[in-house]
Nanobody, 131 residues
Framework: QVQLVESGGGLVQAGGSLRLSCAASGRTYSFSSYAVGWFRQAPGKEREFVAVISRNGVTWSGSGTSYADSVKGRFTVSRDNAKNTVYLQMKNLKLEDTAVYYC?????????????????WGQGTQVTVSS
């Protein structure tokens, strides 16, 4: 298992940008074999899928990323396996993007969107979008 730590959260005005990072530690020699997803939980709501990237960012069918409809076109997930880090670039942030953001790792390397498919989770980082 890898351990994950998120960073980069904070307070930003609507329309602004933030970049979240998800750094792996522990069994990092295997980090490139994991798909990594981003999820978020807003106050009073259930945790939901945001984005995911396959182990190397591509698949045999093309793109190795997937996004929730609510963030498509605004968020971009990427990874640097040499740095054992996955990023979530968030642009044109909206009030409804306010949430605790979690990254999670899934063995096997293929993308998935269901939380139960991910075995290692970070502690989360708060993103607050103000008007």
């Amino acid at each position: 298992q890898v351990q994950l730590v998120e960073s980069g959260g904070g307070l930003v005005q609507a329309g602004g940008s933030l970049r979240l990072s998800c750094a792996a530690s522990g069994r990092t020699y295997s980090f490139s074999s994991y798909a990594v997803g981003w999820f978020r939980q807003a106050p009073g709501k259930e945790r939901e899928f945001v984005a995911v990237i396959s182990r190397n960012g591509v698949t045999w069918s093309g793109s190795g990323t997937s996004y929730a409809d609510s963030v498509k076109g605004r968020f971009t997930v990427s990874r640097d396996n040499a740095k054992n880090t996955v990023y979530l670039q968030m642009k044109n942030l909206k009030l409804e993007d306010t949430a605790v953001y979690y990254c999670a790792a899934k063995s096997g390397g293929q993308i998935a969107t269901m939380q139960q498919d991910f075995g290692s989770w970070g502690q989360g980082t708060q993103v607050t979008v103000s008007s």
